[in-house]
């Protein structure tokens, strides 16, 4: 799959290990039998989504980051989060009204937006352009 080559790349290639991969997947599951019994627990579905993404698991991350959209809308890490999925899976136009909506609600982190690897082929889009026009107009200069 595309955007799991994506991001594995963009995770700067590091393999796991085929225990680090197993305790990953008991984690996962432990994570998912939680998320079944208590489906608003947002803690746990923030540890799931990160551990499929640690997997290489967009899609399953993709579902988790929206859910957790839904359960903090006004959260501006959940919508940076989901806009990197959407990157991941090269639905650029959602990335971009996520990034949008994360900006508005407080998501200040230039320096990261700049470098995040779950964003690499956003930032090649033409849409991007939208993003740093935002980010050039939110900038506070202090002389």
Not at 43 to 71: F, P, T
Not at 83 to 104: D, K, P, W
Not at 105 to 130: I, M, T, V
Request: hydrophobic fraction near 40%; proline fraction near 2%; glycine fraction near 4%.
């Amino acid at each position: 799959m595309v955007a799991e080559y994506m991001f594995n790349k963009a995770n700067s290639g590091k393999r796991l290990t085929r225990r680090e991969q197993r305790d990953l997947d008991i984690q996962i599951g432990f994570l998912e039998g939680i998320v079944r019994r208590a489906p608003e627990y947002v803690d746990a579905l923030q540890i799931l989504g990160e551990d499929y993404m640690r997997r290489g698991s967009v899609e399953e991350g993709l579902r988790v980051d929206e859910r957790l959209a839904q359960l903090r809308p006004d959260d501006a890490l959940v919508h940076y989060n989901l806009a990197c999925s959407y990157s991941l899976t090269e639905q650029y136009e959602l990335a971009v009204a996520c990034l949008e909506r994360a900006l508005s609600l407080g998501f200040y982190n230039f320096k990261w937006l700049a470098k995040e690897p779950r964003l690499a082929n956003l930032r090649e889009h033409r849409l991007y352009k939208r993003i740093r026009a935002k980010v050039r107009s939110m900038r506070i200069k202090i002389s």
